[in-house]
């Protein structure tokens, strides 16, 4: 590498497929923020990244599969979890991220989500919660604030919004945190941390999206939502995840999960061995 | 030291079993699947059996995350596999694009009941067979194979691995509630009288391959995720590279042509038949499945009575041999085409004899044909 290239090349250029850039997402969008601390975690970790797969759905978020390179799959609408667990069960060897949105998780993903949770997949979600459909041009879904403005409703939301880390609590999601895109550091430690912890981890990434959502509900700028952003979070670990409900006045950001449980990967393990160590005596019988 | 993959013997299963033994002695090493019936007994059977090979069984929530975590594990290398009937075959709709698409070795079972919609569970039907071959979206091929013994089903199922791997396609194995319910004779073979074709593995190195360049046979060589060629797969229309192409004429031709092609091209190497009595026939009988079982006693009947009967059974029905039944309708002075359905491969065997006439003997229901119905129809299509 060359002083010119020492100079104009990203620090994070060499995790990244560059001939796929320009990536697709628009000016101001969160989905760059949370890749690159993404990014910067692997890094950071040294994670060999011949043993990493990146599984996004579909949506603005979910082209970030596509961007680095390590083995990536972009499946169906919805179905990123349920592929990520088939990759997960058949080589427990690799480390499985799921990167994607809030409509692609938890609405027509809904049920793998909460299942793979609930069986402890060892797999890492992470989820960019833009509040709204932005690849189709702003359609409402399932964490849209009630009463806010999208194509879909005209007249303001009149549904209830999932507070997404108390579902995955709720679930048995053995770790669980929220953060901004401001929060770049702890975002990326969270990132770090669930990497390195067996089982099923969900991170919520609050994300602005200034062309679409943040424009039709009059929220400003991106500068002026990453201020709003600070204004209104609110750091508490281990706060109770059924009471972080994000309202208009505070985002309550934080660790809120961070258990032990056996992973179903590891139940399957030992469940084969005792079976195949029991056929063993059988035999020798 | 006897295989614990391989049952070697014979034995006296259900058809779901026997098939549940083929997968394992395939090499399925990966089972996603949800209950239903009459597909039920092959994840049961496979939920004991994986465990003991040391294989993968889990239980998805429904079918649309069962197929998802199959193509996840083909995608690790391992052979996989889902089982289910109508309602579990249509939530599969959306991820046997993806399969396509993405081009994942890897096999469904339908075990066909009655439908439209829950239909009738317990009984069989074969109202499945077009939906296996335009049920999702877009153009594509896929291969479906149908047995018509308990036997096939074991013999089969391995045949539907085979053939996923060398063409890189899901491949079907439709059967229905009275082929996976009844119990027969299986001979399992000794491991080493099995024929078990792999995946083409990539032959350059990670930063050469190419995840979506084909070989001559349109087939491309296949890297596995975690042996380092870092490559992407998506079910957007894609280049050679697996890079999205949303808005190119070109890819979109190109890529869609192949994943037809690869198929179309190869259809004299895939298709099977069973040919009975044909050479001198004046009307055929065009069977598969559990169909095909009344029309081989009806032909042999009918040939007692004097008329001059065969039988084509199709143990491929996708890709259609088209021009293996062209062949066929130049000689025949009329085809009857017995179905559990109210047409469907009629369609295809009408499109395929031009000017022959076909005649369709449909049953809906619980009684598969009966032989008797079958002879009267030739009579009638002779007349």
């Not at chain 1, 500068?223 to 609110?234: H, T, Y």
Request: charged share 25%; aromatic share 6%.
């Amino acid at each position: 590498m060359n002083q010119g290239d020492r100079m104009t090349q990203h620090p994070l250029a060499k995790y990244l497929r560059s001939e796929r850039m320009p990536h697709i997402w628009c000016e101001g969008c969160g989905n760059g923020v949370l890749l690159s601390s993404f990014l910067t975690a692997l890094d950071e970790l040294k994670v060999d990244l011949d043993k990493i797969v990146v599984v996004s759905g579909i949506g603005c978020i979910g082209r970030a599969a596509g961007y680095v390179n390590v083995d990536s799959f972009h499946t169906t609408h919805g179905r990123a979890i349920a592929f990520a667990t088939g990759v997960k069960l058949a080589n427990p060897d690799l480390q499985v991220v799921v990167i994607s949105g809030d409509g692609d998780l938890f609405a027509i993903g809904g049920n793998h989500f909460i299942h793979a949770a609930r069986r402890n997949i060892d797999i890492k979600v992470i989820c960019a919660n833009n509040f709204n459909y932005g690849m189709t041009g702003g359609q409402y879904g399932p964490t849209t604030p009630l009463e806010a403005w999208t194509t879909t409703t005209p007249y303001g939301n009149i549904e209830h919004p999932f507070n997404l880390v108390h579902l995955a609590a709720a679930s048995g999601a053995v770790y669980v945190a929220r953060w901004t895109t401001l929060h770049v550091r702890r975002l990326k430690d969270s990132i770090k941390k669930s990497l390195q912890k067996e089982g099923f981890s969900f991170i919520e990434v609050i994300s602005p999206c200034p062309t679409i959502f943040d424009r039709y509900n009059k929220r400003g700028t991106a500068v002026e939502v990453m201020k709003w952003f600070r204004l209104i979070s609110n750091v508490k670990h281990g706060y109770d995840p059924a009471r972080t409900e994000i309202t208009n006045n505070q985002i309550i950001v934080g660790e809120f999960v961070d258990v032990e449980r056996p992973s179903y990967g590891r139940l399957l393990r030992e469940m084969t061995k005792r079976v195949q160590e029991k056929l063993k005596e059988e035999k020798a019988k | 030291m006897k295989s614990r993959a391989v049952l070697t013997g014979t034995h006296f299963l259900s058809g779901d079993l026997a098939c549940a033994e083929g997968a394992i002695a395939a090499g399925c090493r990966f089972f996603g699947g949800y209950p239903i019936t009459p597909a039920t007994e092959i994840s049961e059977r496979m939920s004991r059996r994986l465990v003991e090979v040391g294989g993968v069984y889990i239980q998805m929530e429904d079918e649309i995350g069962s197929l998802a975590a199959v193509i996840g594990a083909s995608y690790t290398g391992k052979k996989a596999m889902t089982a289910t009937s109508g309602p579990g075959f249509s939530l599969m709709q959306e991820n046997i694009g993806l399969a396509v698409m993405t081009e994942a070795p890897l096999v469904i079972v339908n075990i066909m009941r009655g439908g439209p919609s829950t239909g009738q569970p317990t009984m069989p039907s074969q109202q499945d067979v077009m939906q296996a071959k335009w049920g999702s979206h877009g153009d594509y091929e896929i291969i479906a194979l149908a047995p018509s013994s308990v036997q096939e089903m074991f013999d089969l199922t391995i045949d539907c691995f085979n053939l996923a791997e060398s063409y890189r396609v899901p491949v079907m194995l439709l059967a229905d509630e009275i082929i996976g319910h009844m119990s027969e004779r299986v001979k399992i073979p000794p491991p080493e009288e099995i024929t078990i074709i792999d995946r083409k593995k990539p032959k350059v190195p990670p930063n050469e391959y190419r995840p979506f360049k084909p070989d001559d046979d349109l087939v491309p060589p296949m890297g596995c995720f975690g042996e380092g060629y870092r490559f992407h797969a998506t079910g957007l229309t894609h280049d050679e590279k697996g890079a999205p192409k949303t808005v190119s004429v070109e890819e979109q031709t190109k890529l869609v042509r192949r994943l037809c092609d690869k198929i179309r091209k190869n259809t004299h190497k895939i298709v099977r038949v069973q040919e009975v009595m044909l050479e001198d026939a004046e009307v055929a009988v065009l069977a598969y499945g559990i169909a095909s079982r009344a029309a081989l006693s009806a032909v042999r009947k009918a040939r007692k009575e004097g008329i001059k009967a065969g039988l084509l059974r199709l143990i491929t029905i996708w890709p259609f041999p088209t021009e293996l039944v062209a062949k066929m309708a130049d000689h025949v002075t009329a085809i009857v085409v017995p179905e559990m359905n109210y047409g469907q491969l009629v369609r295809e065997v009408e499109r395929a004899a031009k000017t022959t006439p076909v005649s369709l003997l449909s049953k809906l229901g619980e009684e598969p044909h009966r032989p008797s119905e079958i002879i009267t129809a030739m009579r009638r299509a002779l007349q």
